[in-house]
């Protein structure tokens, strides 16, 4: 398929696990951004990438959570010593080019469960 | 801090009849305004988008108006469908920032 692609699609994981998720973007999408949509609320930007450029990690809620993008294209987000408020859908979505005029393809998400 | 908000989480309406769903940001900064459209287990797909340079921009059955004055921006659907039914997100970016800013969200049922 030519969109942006997730996995896993859902994961129950417990608290003081981590997770991965990752995230296969658009090919040839040099700007990669990683949200979350908590229970009733709007989408959260947690971290965008830019072609080589460091990433901006300004939204990311903790140190718990890192994400990197190897080869300019799969990220993956990975969130340490997991916490029930971690629960809700992250998604992962890519653009031609980074910029706030660009739209954003998104992916389905990544439904995360923490117990 | 939420920059972005819609304060009505769920819209019912008859089909053929206008949807109008609203947002209210509180950043003056913001200069681009897009909606977005999310079904379920799916993610958020582009609809429409508007410039703070204009009051209106419009495609097909989908109006988006902005009202800079107010922060105020609207998403008018004329004639409803049933398929519309579905999470609309709206959002905004400055040219400052590479990131966007959502609401979170409106549930539009559009009953046959």
Redesign the interface.
Known sequence: GAG?SQSPSNKVTEKGKDVELRCDPISGHT?L?W?RQSL??????LI?F?GNSAP?K??LPSDRFSAERTGGSVSTLTIQRTQQEDSAVY?C?SSLV????N???????TRLTVL | D?Q?K?NS?SLSVQEGRISILNCDYTNSMF??F?W?KKYP??????LI?I?SIKDKNEDGRFTVFLNKSAKHLSLHIVPSQPGDSAVY?C?A???N?????????TRLTVKP
Do not use: C, I, K
């Open positions: 942006v700007a951004y949200y009733g609320q709007g989408l959260e930007f965008y830019q901006d300004s939204g998604l979505a980074v910029g706030p005029y739209e954003q393809f998104f992916g389905p998400g | 939420q972005v819609q989480p200069d681009y897009l977005y287990a799916e993610g958020p797909t582009f988008s410039s997100f959002a970016s400055d040219r920032n590479n990131d966007m800013r959502f609401g979170a969200g």
